[in-house]
């Protein structure tokens, strides 16, 4: 039974959600704040308290609905109702007018065409299910036939309306759109987590990816995501003529679209206004990597149709890479957590796509001598989309002979110990059990967000314990007291309490995650859970030969004799045993429900060649 709710009550609610939700359109919709933050503050803080003294108020609708308390267990399976194909793409002028012509050509029609121009944002894609005007699904692409719903994390998304606005609401409407960060956003994100001891994001792209894959919501809606439209799969009830009139429908239904896009008639203006937004490309909010250009008109795109994967009626026209000259001041040797010794370029600091960048990564040895590098060369660099920067080639002709040969390390540069060279390997490693580098990293890596996601420990906070002797490998963790903790001059009572307690939560971790965050040589996130599926506990993973790891479809010769190699270690089963006498009991991995095909036998006949 619901109690009753005063009259006064509930028209106050109805207008605080009201003022809350056009201010939410106003900011991330139409970019063009209406109230400063102190007023929304208190108008959404008056409608949580609201609806706590009157819990019958709440409905999935109101702005304060968006992040649940709950923590999913996995994420439901989601046919696309049209497949999410990808995008043809063409790297210059050159390529775009080939487009052009193929499309006249297809078409039988000569004259100049209408086309969008819009902004190429480099985030995730995400599919938007709308029933009578109210969110009900959200899903990632998946394998372009099945996603992955994501409801509950997209619903933390401000830009993402849980009702369309207007009183023309179509039936059903799928739209689909980018899922991204802005720059000073993704910034500050990295600085806050700097701040925390937790690790940065890479780049925008992996941030918001990771975002959307996470059980908990409350992760999602405390990352700064944002969703644009560009695309309607499905719609019940309206008709758009024409992308123009299609994004201008979308926005009167409160959808957030792109302010960059423009439309132009004929390959010429098209090019000229490619060339318009590469040149303010580094002045954008986001990241974008060209531009799409799509045929306007919906009855003309219907005849162009699809080819294989991609439509015929639109390109992604990339923007070139970004290419800038510097110096290399320096080649650096690091070890990494599995004691791979690699090279990097300390650069003179040169601005390039939007930062700084002064390293550029090597990769070994032998880039380095395929490269002819010499450490003073001029060089130029690239750094492709998200990616590190690296090294395209020397400018030799702008050497001033200053250069010196880079010197390859013969020891360790941590713990002096000889590198070795396994044959037919082009990777120098560390071979010592003892080099703090790698303990230190092998640390990090087991409390990183892939891995046990130990929040706190941090590059600082782990080399700490290591110095202080705390903590010498991951098994260590599961002793630590917060008493021990609270004297070091990094930790207070509160850090050392948390610490304690998310290194708690981690005795539970799902098989999977555990076998990631150990760091086995070749087991990455997407092995790791392979392997879980397949042996569903650590002892029988551990019992497992390499005849046994083969059988299963996705493990290779190499995967499985590290596997093997690694349980087989007798310091690596005894860090097993040492977690399992402290209580670390990782959970079961499921095999996922999914899938259009799942349960299904499938039956070849005829000749394979
Ligand atoms: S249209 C059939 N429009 O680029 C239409 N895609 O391979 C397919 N993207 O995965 C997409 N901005 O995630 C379209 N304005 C835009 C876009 C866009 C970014 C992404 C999208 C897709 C990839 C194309």
């Known amino acids: 039974m619901t109690a009753r709710i005063p009259e006064d009550a509930r ?32 108008l959404y803080r008056e409608l949580v308290a609201l609806e706590g003294r009157h819990p019958g108020l709440r409905d999935a609708g109101s702005p304060t609905q968006r992040v649940p308390g709950q923590v999913a267990e996995g994420f439901a399976p989601v046919p696309h109702p049209v497949p999410m194909v990808s995008l043809e793409n063409v790297m210059s002028a050159e390529e775009f007018r080939e487009w052009v012509a193929s499309t006249d050509r297809f078409l039988k029609s000569e004259s100049a065409r209408r086309y969008s121009i819009e902004p190429k944002i480099d985030g995730v894609s995400l599919e938007l299910d709308y029933e009578e005007g109210v969110l009900v699904r959200a899903a990632t692409r998946g394998d372009g036939m099945v996603g992955e719903d994501v409801t509950a994390n997209a619903r933390t998304l401000r830009s993402i309306p849980l ?46 990816a990771g975002s959307l894959r996470q059980l908990d919501p409350a992760i999602p ?121 690699t090279p990097s370029a300390d650069l003179a600091p040169v601005p390039l796509a939007g930062v700084t960048v002064s390293r550029a990564t090597l990769h070994n040895a032998d880039e380095i001598a395929r490269l002819g590098l010499l450490e003073g060369d001029p060089v130029l660099i690239e750094r492709a989309g998200d990616v590190i920067p690296k090294v395209l080639r020397v400018l030799e002709e702008q050497r ?64 700490l314990l ?27 009572a509160k850090s050392a309490a948390n610490l304690v307690a998310q290194v708690d939560a ?35 993973l551990a019992a497992a030969t390499r005849e046994e790891l083969l059988e299963l479809d996705e493990v290779g010769e190499v995967l499985a004799e590290q596997v093997v190699a690694w349980f087989a270690r007798p310091h690596n089963r005894d860090m097993l045993a040492r977690m399992a006498a402290c209580g670390v009991a ?5 095999a996922p429900r999914g899938g259009a095909f799942a349960g299904l036998t499938v039956v070849l006949t005829g000749t394979l060649e």
């Open 221 to 341: 809606a405390s990352r700064p995501l944002r969703f644009v439209a560009y695309a309607v799969a499905l719609v019940e009830g309206v008709a758009w003529a024409t992308q123009e009139r299609l994004l201008a429908g979308l926005a009167a239904l409160g959808l957030p679209t792109s302010h960059e896009t423009t439309f132009a008639t004929g390959a010429d203006e098209v090019a000229r206004h490619w060339a318009s937004l590469a040149e303010r490309r580094d002045a954008l909010a986001y990241e974008i990597d060209g531009v799409v250009v799509k045929e306007d008109d919906m009855a003309l795109r219907e005849r162009l149709g699809l080819r294989n994967r991609s439509p015929r009626w639109a390109v992604a026209w990339k923007f070139p890479p970004r290419q800038a000259r510097t110096r290399v001041e320096r080649v650096v040797w690091t070890v990494g957590r599995t004691g791979v010794v």
């Open 400 to 463: 001033n002979g200053r250069e010196r040969p880079v010197e390859v390390p013969s020891d360790c540069p941590e713990c002096r110990t000889a590198l070795v060279r396994a044959e037919g390997k082009v990777a120098l490693r560390c071979p010592s059990l003892a080099c703090p580098a790698q303990a230190v990293r092998a640390l990090i890596h087991f409390a990183s967000r892939l891995g046990a996601d130990i929040r706190g420990l941090g590059e600082k906070q782990a080399d």
């Open 586 to 590: 990782p959970t079961r991995v499921e």
């Open 506 to 540: 981690a005795r539970r971790l799902p098989l999977d995650r555990l076998l990631f965050a150990r760091g086995i040589p070749e087991v990455g996130e997407r092995a790791a859970r392979v392997l879980a599926r397949a042996f569903g506990t650590l002892e029988r």
């Open 466 to 492: 290591w110095r202080r002797g705390l903590v010498k490998d991951p098994a260590d963790l599961f002793r630590l007291e917060a008493a021990q903790l609270e004297p070091l001059e990094r930790f207070g």
């Open 11 to 42: 028209r106050r609610a109805a207008w605080l959600r009201e003022q809350v939700t056009a201010a939410d359109h106003a900011y991330y919709v139409l970019d063009r704040p209406t109230l400063a933050d102190s007023e929304y503050d208190a």
């Open 163 to 208: 009702r369309l606005r207007g009183t023309e609401l179509p039936r059903r409407l799928v739209v689909r759109g980018e899922a991204y960060i802005r720059k000073p956003d993704f910034e500050a994100l990295n600085r806050r987590l700097e701040e925390e001891g937790e690790e940065p994001f890479a780049n925008p792209r992996n941030c918001c």
